[in-house]
């Protein structure tokens, strides 16, 4: 269970630029929405706070009542919006989670815009790297590519860490969409590259996020 941010931090949020999500608050309000995931402070002067993907999801939900709602073990931010990395029991797919995903790929590419240096959002950024199965995850959803079910072998994108730094695999085990999927990724700012499992034949797709 995620705990909701406080009346105090929601005003904030509720106040963010409604297309940068720049933030506007004291100090130790903007600290602990950083603190959560659900801001960050800008690199450069003169150091702005704006909404994480995860501070922009909150942004457009209602805010809740009593109980917190409950959420997947894998994020993109704090935990507030669930990417499906594919291999979870079956869940919506309707017009509400179409509308998650897509406020949570906005608030991604703001990011990147923000903290590029040279601003672009055509290939990923700082976040991206140190969570890339949330991200290339999210990227997969966000462009319409179903995730796989719970149940082994079934159709659907797959994506999980590897022992390579910066890389993580996808598995699909239709071949043209898993070139699908290596499209998106590639036009999305990822490195990408088809291999073989050397024990069971299958095809993979490798991806990295580029820097230039």
């Known amino acids: 269970m995620t705990r909701p941010p406080t009346a105090a931090q929601r005003r904030v949020i509720d106040a963010a630029d409604p297309v ?3 933030l506007k608050g004291t100090e130790a309000q903007l600290a602990a929405l950083v603190k959560r995931g659900l801001a960050f402070r800008h690199p450069r002067p003169p150091h702005d706070h704006f909404l994480t993907p995860a501070g922009h999801r909150i942004r457009e939900t209602p805010e809740p009542g009593p109980e917190p709602v409950a959420e997947t073990s894998v994020s993109a931010g704090s935990g507030v919006f669930a990417a499906r990395i594919g291999g979870e029991e079956a869940a919506d797919g309707g017009p509400s989670r179409i509308r998650e995903v897509h406020s949570a790929w906005q608030g991604l590419l703001e ?15 700082g976040w991206e790297r140190t969570h890339l199965v949330q991200a290339a ?3 997969l959803e966000a462009a319409g590519h179903p995730p796989a079910g719970a149940s082994a072998g079934g159709a659907g994108y797959r994506v999980r860490a590897t022992p390579q730094p910066e890389a993580v695999a996808v598995r699909e085990p239709d071949p043209g969409a898993l070139r699908a999927c290596a499209a998106t990724l590639e036009k999305a700012g990822w490195q990408v590259g088809e291999h073989t499992e050397p024990r069971t034949g299958a095809r993979y ?8």
Do not use: F, K, W
Request: charged share 30%; aromatic share 0%.
């Open 20 to 22: 940068t999500g720049r």
């Open 111 to 125: 990011m990147r815009r923000m903290t590029n240096p040279d601003g672009a959002t055509d290939r990923p950024c």
């Open 137 to 139: 995850a999210l990227t």
């Open 205 to 212: 797709v490798l991806a990295s996020p580029r820097r230039v």
